[in-house]
């Protein structure tokens, strides 16, 4: 049955019931983070339709990911019945499907239409430059990629863009060229980007009123969570789908309707999408818009404690520009922040994991109470293989875990295959890859040959390997049937590479140097490197990690071999054959991206990686308004915690296979001390430094790097001065005290291209032989750190 109408109010302060009964004109909900905003807007749903104020059908809600969507469906459903089900509750690109899919007609686009997503709309642009005869060192396609995105999100068509374009020899002309011919190559495939979804649905709203009067009398309430991050395109669509709301009496627009009664919530402070074009503009400036519009501040905080709250308004108010909040909580102090200070990522790991475990023991704390944030994706790595060592449930959201990855498992293959000659699964999965024109018919005559002969299916290879007339032990080696001259050729290069690189492996070679010559050798690391898919630039990446991996192995264990190696891979990477001891309830630890753990909340949080140069990211340290953002962020993580905040950082990071000294973040000095509780303020490498008084100064106070050993390699990461990367990470700092290092054609101040970013200059060095890692500007604020070895760059 319904509920009544208070219980809907039961235990909800009185700015949020008014916001939740409020009816008429358009309502604005601004209030910072734990505030309440999302639960107002389910409660809002669930009052509208206990009261019967509206019927499902009639809603529209947008969150901001699908797994919002159903969180939030779930709950109005919970309060209200089955009956919610006729709600549409969905992020703005899935109601956008369902539009254009009822709409296609309308559109002359097929009906199952397909959408293309960020891979598959760069390929198509590889493909449109490529016909456009456009040099890729000057007009990168990834580059065109993101614009034509840009452009879209501010609907901007191929025709309005032409116009704007003066020179004809111009990149922006170049670029309208390309654009005009993306579009219509994506028209002819019957097929819509992701940013087409939004663009394409507002054009046609604009161009067919009768359509937009279809929906706008459908949806008489429009509701949308997290407004801060609606970019341009996303602001019209609310304006199109809602009804303009063009005068304060209230009457209608073109149509004769009275606009839908929209309510959005948000708070510019935690606004963390403009890389995609979102803008705070439209929720500072949703008064303006819509002058009937009522504003409604939340200040109560329910979520966190007052120190976890201090802190993070410690660090947003350093924004400038920003409107002050004034919030407050009176669910009490609680502990203070705990700070740490880790010599590694691996100590920060491990220091998680133990503090995860005696939180367990001391009050009970379960894993699903648990969230472990990080930057980027690649921080993942360190805490998963702590997590697996230990044995604590745990999950990461968005992202696949390291070693699933594709070409993660592709390289291990070779390293299987190597180390162990009858491993057929290995074996089989590499054979074809990358494509050597041995495939399905080729696997299963070798197969068969096995299954004859009772051989393995790597011995079935040496057979189909050996010369004609060959023979073994005497014997005539038996012939494979069935493959083709030009198969047996591929198959003898292929048994070849794995011969020598089990020599290599038998002649004592490390294992991160077997991994080397398998990738080059095979041409797996060529043929990454040669597509434009920034997917693979990814894999690329991942690949240079994996190397950082097995160079580190040997480094603790000089002795280890490829066998060793292959045990501890396989020990992390059949984390998903172990049971979860712990079970459903207790639920799993989750690893996410601060993205992505918007409106989410857990009782402990780990925030990793305060370090200036991860958090905020090496690339926001040089433009003011990439810094603002990285503060957003930080606020956005900070704020997810209910009982217990922790800040780590690790004084050494390791990245691109070179460890990097890197000073604390920033936004740990904007915390006061009164909030801090340092379980470890320095790590024990600064108390080493310190004591051999060899240049280096405390942490968190910048730093000098010491002296290289002279033979150019890396001294182990645990004992003693490390010759170190050194993150440049403000301008002053740039070049001052990094070592010369010996890359071999490069130089300071360099030009040089790169085959997705384009022309760059050189402006750090670090390291040496295969670890050495060159700074690249390519312009724009885009400065990339690239592990020469898995670069494609070249001296110009
Ligand atoms: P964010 O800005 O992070 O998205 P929010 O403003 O959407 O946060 P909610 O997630 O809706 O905040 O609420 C934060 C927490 O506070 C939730 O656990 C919610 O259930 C709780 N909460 C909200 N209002 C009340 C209230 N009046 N009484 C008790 N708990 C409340
Ligand atoms: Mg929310």
């Known amino acids: ?17 008014a916001a939740v009964v409020h009816t008429g004109g358009p309502l604005l909900i601004v209030a910072g983070a734990g505030s309440g905003k999302t639960r107002v807007l389910t409660n809002r749903i669930a009052h509208l339709l206990a009261t019967g104020r509206a019927r499902p059908g009639e809603i529209l809600a947008i969150t901001f990911t699908n797994k919002a969507a159903a969180e939030m469906r779930e709950r109005v459903e919970h309060l209200v019945g089955p009956d919610a089900r006729r709600m549409w509750v969905s992020t703005f690109h899935s109601a956008c499907v369902r539009i254009l899919r009822k709409e296609h007609a309308t559109l002359g686009l097929r009906s199952s239409f397909s959408i293309y997503d960020a891979a598959d709309s760069q390929r198509l642009m590889t493909l449109v430059c490529r016909q456009l005869d456009l040099d890729p060192k000057k007009y990168p396609p990834k580059t065109f990629s993101r614009k034509v995105s840009d452009l879209k999100n501010e609907l901007v068509d191929p025709e309005d863009y032409a116009a704007t374009v003066s020179s004809a020899n111009s990149f922006d002309s170049a670029l309208a060229q390309a654009y005009t011919l993306y579009n219509q190559r994506l028209r002819q495939a019957h097929a819509l980007d992701f940013d087409d979804l939004i663009m394409v649905t507002v054009n046609m709203l604009q161009a067919f009123p009768a359509v937009a009067e279809h929906y706008r009398r459908r949806f008489r309430h429009v509701l949308v969570d997290e407004y801060q991050d609606t970019n341009h395109a996303q602001y019209v669509l609310v304006r199109e789908l809602a009804g303009v709301d063009r005068d304060a009496d209230g009457a209608g627009d073109r149509d004769g309707l009275p606009p839908a009664e929209l309510t959005v919530v948000g708070d510019a402070d935690q606004s963390i999408y403009a890389f995609r074009g979102a803008t705070i503009r439209n929720i500072l400036e949703f008064e303006e818009d819509y002058p009937s519009a009522t504003t409604i501040l939340l200040e109560q905080n329910y979520r966190s404690t007052q120190n976890i709250l201090s802190a993070a308004n410690a660090v947003i108010s350093r924004n400038p520009g920003r409107r002050a909040k004034n919030l407050w909580t009176d669910s009490g102090e609680g502990p203070l922040v705990v700070g740490y200070v880790a010599d ?17 023991a001391a009050d009970g704390t379960r894993p699903g109470d648990v969230a472990v944030f990080y930057r980027t994706n690649a921080q993942s790595r360190a805490l998963e293989e702590v997590m697996v060592r230990t044995g604590i449930p745990y999950k990461v959201v968005g992202g696949t875990r390291f070693y699933e990855r594709k070409e993660i498992k592709d390289a291990v293959a070779y390293l299987r295959a190597v180390a162990n000659p009858d491993d057929a699964v290995n074996l089989r999965r590499i054979l074809n890859v990358p494509k050597r024109g041995l495939g399905d018919r080729a696997e299963a005559m070798i197969a068969a040959h096995a299954e004859r002969e009772r051989v393995s299916f790597g011995a079935a290879i040496a057979d189909a390997a050996a010369e004609p007339g060959a023979t073994r032990e005497g014997r005539p080696v038996p012939e494979v049937l069935g493959l083709a001259t030009r198969a047996r050729t591929q198959v003898r290069a292929f048994h070849q590479l794995m011969e020598d690189l089990r020599a290599m492996d038998a002649a004592g070679a490390r294992p991160a ?61 059949d984390s998903d054959q172990i049971p979860d001891a712990a079970g459903q309830e207790a639920g799993q630890v989750t690893l996410m991206t601060v993205h992505t753990a918007k409106g989410l909340e857990f009782p402990v949080v780990f925030v990793t990686g305060m370090e200036d140069g991860t958090f905020p990211h090496q690339r926001s340290l040089t433009e003011e308004d990439q810094l603002s953002e990285e503060r957003r962020l930080a606020y956005v993580a900070l704020t997810r915690a209910r009982q217990r905040l922790y800040l780590s950082r690790a004084a050494v990071r390791t990245a691109w296979g070179m460890p990097q000294e890197l000073p604390a973040s920033r936004f740990l000095d904007d915390i006061p001390g009164s909030l801090l509780d340092w379980r470890r303020a320095e790590s024990s490498m600064d108390t080493l430094r310190g004591r051999a008084g060899s240049g280096f100064r405390a942490a968190g106070t910048g730093y000098r790097s010491g002296e290289g050993r002279p033979d150019g390699r890396r001294a182990p990461a645990r004992s003693g001065p490390v010759r170190t990367g050194k993150l440049e990470s403000t301008g002053a700092r740039l070049g001052s005290a990094t070592p010369r290092a010996d890359v071999p054609g490069l130089d300071l101040g360099d030009k040089v291209t790169h085959d997705s970013y384009g022309v760059g200059t050189v402006v750090g060095l670090e390291g040496a032989g295969s670890s ?6 390519f312009g724009g604020g885009q400065v990339k750190r690239l592990l020469l070895r898995y670069s494609p760059v070249t001296k110009l």
């Open 513 to 573: 140097e077997v991994l080397d010559a398998a990738l080059d050798r095979s041409g797996y690391l060529a043929e990454l490197r040669a597509s434009e898919d920034p997917q693979d630039a990814t894999r690329v990446e991942n690949l240079a990690e994996l190397h950082a991996v097995a160079a580190e192995f040997s480094e603790q264990d000089a002795e280890g071999g490829l066998g060793d190696f292959l045990e501890r891979v396989s020990l992390v990477a």
């Open 344 to 360: 590694s990522e691996h100590e920060e790991a491990r220091f998680i994991a133990e503090e995860i475990d005696r939180l367990a």
């Open 772 to 777: 050495a890692v060159a700074k690249i500007d």
């Open 1 to 17: 049955g319904r509920p009544d109408e208070a219980a809907l109010l039961e235990g909800l302060n009185p700015q949020q019931r």
